[in-house]
C-alpha cells in the first residue's frame, strides 16, 4: 500500500492543535478590520424603509454638502449591470435580477445609495441628508400568495435574467419524477403533510465587513471577510466592469459565515466608493443592518405525500416544496433542490417525485445557510417518518432502519437532481448509518429512558426523538479547487491554497493531509489561504466541500513534491527512488542512512540539478459522498406553559476519516447547538410592513453557554474510498438534526406534533389546548 | 488651559478629554471625545483584540477587564476608564508567552473562529480570578455573556474547566 491510500496514520486522524488557534487566543490574529490604513474612509448604506417602491427621485445634494463627505452614490452612478450576489461557480444557476445599488426597493433592507466620508458622524449625517422619494407599492409577504395571479410582480424590469416566471414571482423552478408503478397503488398507509419552517440568520460573531483600497500600483485591493474570495473577484469586476486583473482580493482570518459571506454583497459597494474616491473605504455593517440587510435562511413551505407497505417498505415519495427567496434570487435554485437532492435518496421509494419552486417575496433575501435546503427538507422527512411509523405500527427507528440506503447502493434523485442543474450517478462508497444508530442508542441510553418514561403522570412530561440524516461533500463536476506546495531550504513547506478558512480549521485539516504525505508535522507547513494574487483558484468554502475537494488537491500536490523529494534524497543516499521513505522529517533510504529534508532543498538549490522542489494540482470530484448521522433527543414539556426543554441530546455522525477529530467534534457540536436554538428560539420577524422587529441578539436569541443543553458529539469512523485518506464532510450534517427530533420528542412526550418551527411555548400550549380534552395530558381547565 | 473636573477628568482642547487609563500595567495618557465609547478608542490605539460583534452590548466580544471585573467596551465611555486599570487580551499572554488560558483553549479545540474568544478567555479570567474552582454550572454562567456561534461551548467550557485544574497546581506548588 502506497502513501496516498494508506490507513494508518501520523499526521491525519490526530487531534493537532489548530494552527491558528494560539494567535487568536492571544488576540494578535487579524480578521479584516484588524489592520490601521491611513485615510481610511468611512462607508455606509442607505436601506429602504419600504418593503416595495418605486423610487421616483434621488436628492443627494444636501447629503454631498455635508463636510467631510467625499462620496454619495445611487443607481445612478453605478453601471447597470444585473447580477446575483451568491457566491457559486460560473455561470452561477441564480437569477441575475440585483443591481448594486437598487433602482427599486424591495425589501426593507435594500440597498439605495451609498455614502464614504471622513468619519462616521458625517457618513451618519450624509445618510440622513439623502432625500428618496418613494412611490410605496403594495407588497406581499406570502410564499404562496406571492405566486397567485394579481399579486404585487416584485421584479417587473426587462434586463433582468433567468427569472422562470417573473410574472408570478418565481424565480427558480424544477420538477423531477420517477415512476415504477401507479402512484400509491402499493402503499397501504399514505401520509399527507404539510410544514413550514422560519426566516432565521446565520449570527458570525463578525459581522460583514469590506476594506478596499488601491495599491502602490493602482490596483483595487479588497479585503474582506468572505467565503469564496476567486467568486468575489469575479462579480465584483463583472459588476463595476473591471478587469479581472485590476482585482486582488485578500482573505484575512474570518469570524464565521455559515454561509452568510457566501454572498458578495459589500464588495461591490465598497469599491465603488473606493473608486469614486481614490481613498481606501471600510464598510462595516451594524448587527442590526445584519439582520435587516443580509441573508437569511429560506423559510420552506413543504408537503409532504409518501406511502408504505405493512411491511414497512416506502413506497412512494411526494416532496413538493415553496421556497421563500425574499426580494431576490440568491441561491434561489439550489436550495430549494437541494432539500430534495439531500434528503429524497436517504430512503428509497420506488415511485418518487419532486416539484420544487422558489418565491419572491417583499422580504429579507435568502442565501446559503449551514445545511442548504438539507435542513428545511429534513425537517419535513424525519417528522413524516415518525408519524408513518406510527401509522404502520412499527418503531420508529426500525422503520428507518429498514429503508436507508446503503453501501454500494445508488438513487434516480442522484442522476437527477444536482446543484442548480442535473446531477452524477453514484453509489454510496462508506455509510456508516447502523454503527451511528447502534452507537448513537447505546450512548444516548434510548431503551432505558423509554422504560423510565413508560408511566407518567404530572403537568411535565418527557419524550423521546430521533433523526437520521445525510448530506453532501462538495458539488461533483461543478466545485473545484487547487493548492501550492512549495519547499523551502529549512524544509518546510508554503501550502498556498484558494480554500478558505473561515474558522472551521480547513488551513489545518489541509495542512495535516500535506505533512502526511511529506512526512513531516504541520509546523513545517506554513499555510495561506487565500489571496487571488497569491494563491491558486479555489470555489471557496461552502458545500461541505472544503475537506473532500480542497483534501484531494492539497494531497496530489503534496504526492507531486515528494516524488521530487524522493528522487533528490535516492541520490544523496545513493539508494533506488522506490526503496526512499520519508518520515519523521528526514528522506529514509533502504538501507537505514537517512538525510534531513533541509539537506534534499538545499542540494535541488545549489548542487544538482538545480530546481525548485515544488508542486501544484487540481481536483474536481465525480462523486459527493454523504456523510450520515443520527440524532437522539430528550425533551420534557411543561404542559401548563408549553415551555420545552431539552434534557439530552446525542448526535453520531460518520463523516469518514476524521482528519482532525477534535476539530470536526467542533463542527458538529457547532452545527448541533445551532440547530437546537433553530428548533426552539431563533426566527426573524416582521411588522405588518415587512420590517424586522427583532434585529438584534437580545431579540433574537441564539443560545449562549447558559442556554444550550447538554449535547454530545460522538465520531463514527468509516473510510470513503473517494476522500482524501478516507474522509468526507461533517460541517453542515448536523444542523439538520435538532428540528425534527426534538418535534419528534414533543409528540412521544405529549401527543401534540408541530409542524411550524420555532416551538415556542405559546405554539406548544397552544397545540395542546387544541388537541381534544379527553386526550390531552393537560390538567382540566 | 486644561482644567480638573469633577472625578479628575481634565478638558482638553475642541472639546475633547484628556484620560489616563493604566492599561495592561501601562499608564496611557489619551485624549477622547465625551461621547466616545471604550471600545473604539480601544481599537484605535490599537488594542484589536478587542472584538466589535454587536455594538450593543449583547453579544460579548468586546469584554475587557476593568480593576478585574468584566466589562463590556461597548457600552461604557472611554472617559469612565479615567484612572482605573484596564486589561485587555493582549496583557493576558502572547503567543510566546501564552497564558494558562489561553493554553487551555488552544489544547481543547475551543478556538474555531476565534473572533468570541478574547472576549471568553478574560470571561474566564474574571471567574478564575474569583472562584478557582468552578464546577461546570458556574463556568456556564461566567461565560453565559459571551455568545459563540462556532463551537457549541463544549469545548470552551473544557478549556476553563482545565485551566483552572493547572492554576490551581500551579498555586498548590508555590
Given at each position: ?173 424544477f420538477?423531477f ?14 401520509v399527507?403533510q404539510w410544514y413550514q419552517t422560519q426566516w432565521a ?57 455559515f454561509g ?36 437569511t435562511r429560506h423559510p420552506f413551505v413543504l408537503r409532504l405525500k409518501t406511502?408504505a ?5 416506502i413506497?412512494?415519495a411526494h416532496m413538493e416544496v415553496y421556497c421563500d ?6 441561491h434561489?435554485?439550489t436550495v430549494m433542490m437541494c432539500s430534495g437532492s439531500h434528503t429524497l435518496p436517504m430512503y428509497q421509494a420506488?415511485?418518487s417525485r419532486f416539484i420544487g419552486?422558489s ?7 435568502g442565501?446559503a445557510y449551514r445545511g442548504f435546503g438539507a435542513t428545511q427538507g429534513f425537517f419535513a422527512w424525519e417528522s413524516q417518518m415518525d408519524m408513518m411509523a ?6 420508529p427507528i426500525?422503520f428507518r432502519r429498514k429503508n436507508y440506503i ?5 438513487s434516480?434523485v442522484f442522476?437527477?437532481m444536482?446543484e442548480?442543474?442535473?446531477g452524477?450517478?453514484?453509489?454510496i462508497?462508506?455509510c456508516g448509518m447502523?454503527?451511528c444508530i447502534?452507537?448513537g ?23 423521546l426523538g430521533c433523526a437520521c440524516l445525510m448530506q453532501g461533500s ?69 458545500a461541505s ?79 459527493s459522498p454523504p456523510p450520515f448521522a443520527a440524532h437522539f433527543t430528550?425533551v ?10 431539552v434534557?439530552?441530546y446525542v448526535s453520531t455522525v460518520d463523516c ?11 463542527q458538529n457540536?457547532g452545527a448541533v447547538l445551532n440547530g437546537l436554538s433553530f428548533a426552539l428560539?431563533e426566527e ?27 449535547f454530545?458529539t460522538?465520531?463514527i ?11 468526507k464532510s461533517v460541517s453542515e450534517i448536523g444542523i439538520n438534526g435538532p428540528q425534527p427530533a426534538i418535534a419528534n420528542a414533543i409528540y412521544d412526550?405529549?401527543?401534540?406534533r408541530l409542524f411550524a418551527p420555532p416551538f ?22 | ?174
Open positions: 500500500m502506497g502513501v496516498a491510500d494508506k490507513k494508518t496514520f501520523t499526521v491525519v486522524n490526530h487531534r493537532v492543535e489548530k494552527i491558528d488557534a494560539l494567535a487568536l487566543a492571544c488576540g494578535t490574529a487579524q480578521f479584516t478590520d484588524d489592520v490601521d490604513i491611513r485615510g481610511l474612509l468611512t462607508g455606509r448604506i442607505l436601506f429602504s424603509p419600504h418593503a416595495h417602491a418605486r423610487i421616483k427621485s434621488i436628492d443627494t445634494r444636501a447629503a454631498k454638502k455635508v463636510p467631510g463627505v467625499l462620496a454619495v452614490l445611487t443607481h445612478e452612478d453605478l453601471p447597470r449591470v444585473r447580477h446575483t450576489t451568491a457566491g457559486q461557480g460560473y455561470p452561477e444557476p441564480s437569477p441575475y435580477d440585483t443591481l448594486v445599488l437598487s433602482e427599486k426597493a424591495r425589501y426593507v433592507g435594500d440597498r439605495i445609495a451609498a455614502v464614504a466620508a471622513e468619519t462616521p458622524e458625517a457618513a451618519e449625517e450624509a445618510l440622513s441628508k439623502i432625500v428618496v422619494d418613494y412611490e410605496v407599492l403594495p407588497a406581499v409577504f406570502d410564499t404562496l400568495a406571492a405566486m397567485k395571479d394579481g399579486a404585487p410582480i416584485i421584479h417587473d424590469e426587462d434586463d433582468s435574467k433567468n427569472i422562470p416566471d417573473a410574472q408570478h414571482n418565481i424565480c427558480a423552478k420538477d419524477e420517477v415512476k415504477a408503478s401507479e402512484w400509491f397503488s402499493e402503499a397501504d398507509v399514505v399527507d440568520q446565520h449570527c458570525a460573531l463578525e459581522p460583514h465587513v469590506t476594506i478596499t483600497y488601491f495599491d502602490g500600483d493602482g490596483r483595487l485591493v479588497i479585503r474582506t471577510s468572505t467565503q469564496v474570495p476567486f467568486h468575489c473577484r469575479r462579480i465584483t469586476a463583472r459588476v463595476l466592469q473591471l478587469p479581472v486583473k485590476s482585482i486582488r482580493v485578500i482573505k484575512p482570518r474570518i469570524g464565521g459565515g452568510s459571506k457566501q454572498e458578495v454583497l459589500l464588495e461591490p459597494v465598497c469599491a465603488a466608493l473606493s473608486l469614486a474616491t481614490r481613498r481606501p473605504v471600510k464598510i462595516e455593517l451594524s448587527r442590526k443592518e445584519t439582520f435587516i440587510s443580509s441573508r406511502g407497505k405493512k411491511d414497512g417498505t413506497t412512494d427567496n425574499g426580494a431576490y434570487g440568491a434561489s435554485l420506488k415511485n419552486r418565491v419572491y417575496t417583499n422580504l429579507p433575501v442565501g406510527e401509522k404502520l405500527g412499527l418503531d426500525e446503503r453501501s454500494g447502493e445508488g434516480p442522476k437527477a444536482g442548480g442543474r442535473e452524477i450517478e453514484q453509489k462508497g462508506s447502523e454503527e447502534v452507537k442508542l447505546e450512548a444516548f441510553g434510548w431503551h432505558e429512558r423509554k422504560k423510565r418514561n413508560a408511566a407518567q403522570t404530572g403537568v411535565k412530561r418527557r419524550g462538495g458539488i461533483p463536476e461543478v466545485d473545484m479547487a487547487a493548492a501550492s506546495l512549495k519547499m523551502n531550504e529549512d524544509g518546510s513547506f508554503n501550502l498556498h491554497m484558494g480554500a478558505t478558512d473561515l474558522g472551521t480549521g480547513s488551513d489545518t485539516v489541509l495542512a495535516q493531509i500535506a505533512a502526511e504525505v511529506l512526512g513531516v508535522t504541520v509546523q513545517d507547513i506554513i499555510v495561506l489561504s487565500s489571496d487571488t494574487d497569491l494563491t491558486p483558484f479555489d470555489v471557496g468554502a461552502y466541500s472544503t475537506t473532500f475537494i480542497s483534501g484531494n488537491a492539497v494531497k496530489k500536490a503534496a504526492l507531486h513534491v515528494r516524488e521530487q523529494i524522493l528522487k533528490v534524497a535516492a541520490r544523496i543516499l545513493d539508494e533506488k527512488f522506490e526503496d526512499v521513505d520519508l518520515k519523521d522529517g528526514k528522506a529514509v533510504g533502504k538501507s537505514g542512512r537517512s538525510c534531513a529534508l533541509s539537506e534534499v532543498a538545499n542540494t535541488a538549490f545549489y548542487y544538482h540539478d538545480q530546481h525548485q522542489i515544488m508542486g501544484v494540482a487540481s481536483h474536481t470530484a465525480t462523486s430528550e420534557e414539556v411543561d404542559t401548563e406553559t408549553g415551555q420545552v426543554e434534557l439530552a469518514g476519516t476524521a482528519i482532525n477529530p477534535t476539530l470536526a467534534e467542533g457540536d428560539t426573524m420577524r416582521f411588522n405588518a410592513a415587512g420590517a424586522m422587529v427583532n434585529s438584534s441578539f437580545r431579540n433574537y436569541k441564539i443560545y449562549s453557554a447558559g442556554d444550550a443543553p447538554p454530545r460522538i465520531l469512523p468509516t473510510y470513503e474510498p473517494d476522500g482524501p485518506f478516507g474522509a412526550a405529549v401527543g401534540v415556542t411555548p405559546e405554539k406548544v400550549l397552544a397545540a395542546l389546548q387544541a388537541k381534544t380534552p379527553e386526550k390531552a395530558p393537560v390538567r382540566a381547565q | 488651559m486644561a482644567k480638573t473636573k469633577g472625578r479628575g477628568v481634565l478638558k482638553a482642547k475642541d472639546g475633547r478629554i484628556a484620560i489616563t487609563v493604566n492599561i495592561n500595567g501601562r499608564e496611557q495618557a489619551w485624549t477622547v471625545a465625551p461621547g466616545e465609547y471604550l471600545l473604539d478608542v480601544l481599537r484605535r490605539e490599537g488594542y484589536k483584540g478587542v472584538k466589535k460583534g454587536c455594538d450593543n452590548g449583547d453579544c460579548g466580544t468586546c469584554t475587557v477587564l476593568l480593576d478585574g471585573k468584566p466589562v463590556l467596551a461597548c457600552m461604557m465611555f472611554a472617559a469612565q476608564a479615567h484612572r482605573r486599570a484596564l486589561l485587555t487580551i493582549e496583557g493576558l499572554g502572547t503567543p510566546d508567552k501564552p497564558h494558562p488560558i489561553q493554553q487551555a483553549f488552544v489544547e481543547t479545540g475551543a478556538v474555531q473562529c476565534g473572533f468570541c474568544i478574547p472576549g471568553m478567555v478574560l470571561a474566564t479570567k474574571a471567574l478564575l480570578d474569583e472562584n478557582p474552582d468552578p464546577d461546570e454550572p458556574a463556568v456556564r454562567r461566567a461565560l453565559d455573556g459571551n455568545l459563540c456561534r462556532c463551537t457549541g461551548y463544549v469545548k470552551q467550557v473544557e478549556a476553563a474547566l482545565l485551566a483552572a485544574k493547572r492554576l490551581k497546581a500551579c498555586k498548590g506548588g508555590e
